[in-house]
């Protein structure tokens, strides 16, 4: 019997949308019983947790057109001592933009390319077009569309671990 695949989501959320998507995510990776879902606030995610998962998800809010610091931190702390130890293990990444998210979605990107992760999905962004103080910094409630949208990559993802597609 082969060793059960464990999914990672790591996530960063401070107006409450980033975790929505995020256990939007969970929720969908959870129908797949042949794998554990893990998912982690990214201040409680370190290199143990990285090297005992096959595959990832990373979820941010877009912070001034970037990830999060808190995500950010945690990249940092994980980056170097899981280097060449998880090459070609798949990925995608969530985005909760107030704009476009799409330097966000660049900057894990470019991390993930640099641990040589494979991106299995475009980076899935939901725009909450919050631009004022105000609003940026408001509880955010996701649709449903776009919640559902995240159920989905989560299944995608823990049933392509489960396949052994990735």
Known sequence: MDAPQTLLIVYHSLTG???QMAEAARAGAAAEPAVSVRLLHAAQAGPDEVLAAQGYLFATPENLAAISGQLKDFFDRCYYPVLDRINGRPYASLVCAGSDGQNAARQIARIATG???????????VCTHAQTPEAILAPKQIGAADLERCRALGEALATGLALGVF
């Open 17 to 19: 949308g980033t975790r």
């Open 115 to 125: 641990w040589r992760l494979k991106a299995v999905a475009e980076p899935l962004i």
